[in-house]
């Protein structure tokens, strides 16, 4: 019988690396703490120096695609805030959890330069 709890459920993204590469990578709800953990894990960006705290700015995304549901939150509007490349779209990836919400959405890494 196939297992269809939301644990195991695939989901993809598509993100826009720098260098313009794109690439759609699959991933389980919650594999990941956010969506820069899954972007250095899968794809290799050098991105994330704070760690997921939303300080450095290098996980800055556009969002292509899609919608979040959740607002940015204090932090993730100062350093956004900050960056000399924000756009309306912009988020930082390590806010963005790694669940269903994101299911078929297209990112485009920004950073912050
Ligand atoms: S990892 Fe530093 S702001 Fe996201």
Not at 21 to 28: I, W
Not at 29 to 57: F, P, Q, S, T
Not at 68 to 86: C, G, I, Q, V
Request: include cysteine.
């Amino acid at each position: 019988m196939p297992d269809t709890s939301l644990a195991n459920q695939r989901y993809s993204v598509t993100i826009i690396l720098l260098n313009g590469e794109k690439h759609v990578v699959e991933f389980r709800r919650h594999a990941y703490n956010n969506l820069m953990e899954l972007i250095v894990n899968e794809l290799y960006e050098n991105i994330g120096d704070c760690k997921g705290h939303a300080w450095c700015g290098t996980c800055h995304v556009e969002v292509v695609s899609g919608q979040l549901d959740e607002e940015r939150n204090r932090d993730e509007s100062m350093t956004l805030a900050k960056l000399p490349n924000t756009v309306a779209s912009s988020r930082l990836a390590c806010q963005i959890m790694t669940d269903e919400l994101i299911d078929s959405m297209v990112f485009r890494v920004l950073g912050d330069v």
